[in-house]
């Protein structure tokens, strides 16, 4: 027995009434759009702080990025669990990282910390794009770097050696050599 099924061709701006339509319904009734989850109030410090720094050299803003995120917490809590909130070798992950030890054991704020790696926009020379004699700006670099687009950070606490450590990742990398950050 050979069935027939008959197909019904509806024009493409009908399709889009169905579709206002029950858009306009749901804002009626009160329904919210969806929107991505609030950051953490350390996160959004931390997105804060490095985008104020990118803004005042002209730098699009950093987003914030889970998987960065999580990727800081994993290595902060096994810097602190296994090594006592000593520096990490960020020389083995594919992101840009900076890291701040703090020899307090209340830690810093994220602010703080980002602060601290932009101090060295003072030594870094824009126009060739290199450091002062003597000095060190590739954390201030990796802040600002213009081809950046994501971060992650976490910070951990050591009790015992009254000490903390703070770390963020970057994606893509930065501090290119030969490539200006900005």
């Known amino acids: 027995m050979k069935m027939k099924m008959k197909t019904q061709h509806y024009p493409l701006f009908s399709l889009f ?6 858009l306009a319904i749901g804002i009626a009734h009160g329904a919210r759009p969806v929107t991505a989850p609030e950051l953490p109030a350390a996160a ?3 997105l804060e702080a490095h985008n104020e720094a990118r803004a005042a050299v002209g730098v699009e803003p950093l987003s914030w990025s889970e998987k960065l995120a999580n990727s800081t917490s994993l ?3 096994y810097q602190r669990n296994k090594v006592g909130c ?10 840009g990282g900076n890291q701040l030890w703090a020899g307090t054991a209340g830690g810093v704020t994220p602010r703080v910390a980002v602060e601290e ?5 003072e030594f870094y020379i824009h126009g060739n794009n290199t450091c002062a004699e003597k000095h060190e700006c590739g954390v201030y670099t990796q802040v600002v770097w213009r081809k950046s687009t994501q971060l992650g950070c976490a910070q951990a606490t050591c009790v015992k050696e009254k000490s903390s450590l703070t770390i963020c990742f970057y994606d893509p990398p930065g501090n290119v050599i030969g490539e200006s950050p900005y």
Not at 17 to 22: D, E, H, P
């Open 17 to 22: 009434a169905v579709l206002a339509t029950f």
């Open 44 to 46: 959004k410090e931390f």
């Open 75 to 77: 290595l902060v809590r």
């Open 86 to 95: 000593q520096f990490a070798n960020l020389t083995a992950t594919k992101y």
């Open 117 to 121: 790696w932009v101090k060295e926009k």
